[in-house]
């Protein structure tokens, strides 16, 4: 039996008035899947305070590695990478929760199908170009510990990406019949969120504002990365809203009451 919260419920009901379904009641799978994307609350929430206790550990010690000249933006990768890693294991073990409680799963779309070309072209730049600019601030600027600091943070940010993104890809969407299975793919497309590669390129901007140690001559570069990072990242998340902005027709809860005249 498929249990849910009347924050779900409203939630739910929210999300689905925006796309074109208002309804009074939920069905609780349609609730229960829109509150997946509630990780945080409730029962969960230790686990939350769990990967940010470690991640806090481990960029303390990654700081120790460096010393004086490395990035200053170790701190903010590290709280990056548990936001990233809770939400996404919130949403593993809610999903896995209705899996049980669901006879049939609908097995995962193709990547292709979840990926658009924005959220691949985010991913070359942010991950490919952050390395190709570290690796040419290595051997062309006397910045060489800021680089390697900063390359081994991408590096850790890729793997972050990459199993949020393996996990997301590879789970069954939990459905049973249109409705849900719409409402499955339309929240799966939310959920990439965990996954995005703006996280890796977001917190240089910290670095740029202070002054860091970064070399003068490739704060263009820098700052044209960002851009460029970010705006494929927001269109990415455009596009990807717009496909999913309304619902196929499907019963996805109660009728909604009709409100009285006033």
């Known amino acids: 039996m498929i249990m849910v919260t009347a924050r779900e419920q409203d939630a739910a009901r929210l999300w689905l008035a925006k796309r074109g379904h208002p309804v009074g009641r939920p069905t609780p799978l349609v609730t229960a ?5 509630l990780p945080f609350r409730g029962r969960r929430s230790w686990r939350f ?10 960029g303390g010690l990654y700081s120790l590695s460096f010393g004086r000249w490395m990035t200053e933006t170790s701190a903010v990768y590290f709280a990056y990478f ?13 999903e896995r929760e209705l ?3 669901v006879p049939s799963a609908h097995a995962p779309d193709p990547w292709r199908r979840v990926l658009s070309g924005w959220y691949l072209a985010s991913l070359v730049v942010a991950f490919g170009g952050g390395v190709a600019l570290a690796v040419t601030m290595y051997f062309t600027t006397g910045a060489r510990t800021y680089a390697v600091s900063w390359l081994g943070l991408l590096v850790l940010s890729a793997l972050v ?4 993104l393996a996990g997301l890809l590879r789970r069954p969407l ?9 409402v499955a793919r339309a929240v799966r497309a939310e959920q990439l969120v965990a996954g995005t590669p703006v996280l890796a390129v977001f917190p240089l901007v910290t670095d740029l504002l202070l002054a860091n ?3 003068p001559a490739l704060t263009p570069w820098l700052v044209g990365y960002i851009v460029a990072a970010v705006v494929l990242q927001v269109v990415s998340c455009f596009m990807n809203l717009r496909r999913h902005r309304t619902l196929p027709p499907g019963h996805y809860g109660t009728p909604a009451l009709a409100q009285p005249d006033r």
């Open 33 to 37: 899947l829109v509150g997946t994307r």
């Open 49 to 58: 305070i769990v990967y940010a206790v470690v991640a806090v550990a481990a």
């Open 82 to 94: 548990a936001v990233g890693l809770s939400f996404a294991d919130g949403i593993r073990l809610r």
């Open 99 to 101: 899996r049980e409680d």
């Open 161 to 164: 990406t990459g199993w949020v």
């Open 174 to 182: 939990a459905a049973e019949d249109a409705a849900s299975l719409a």
């Open 213 to 215: 140690h970064q070399p």
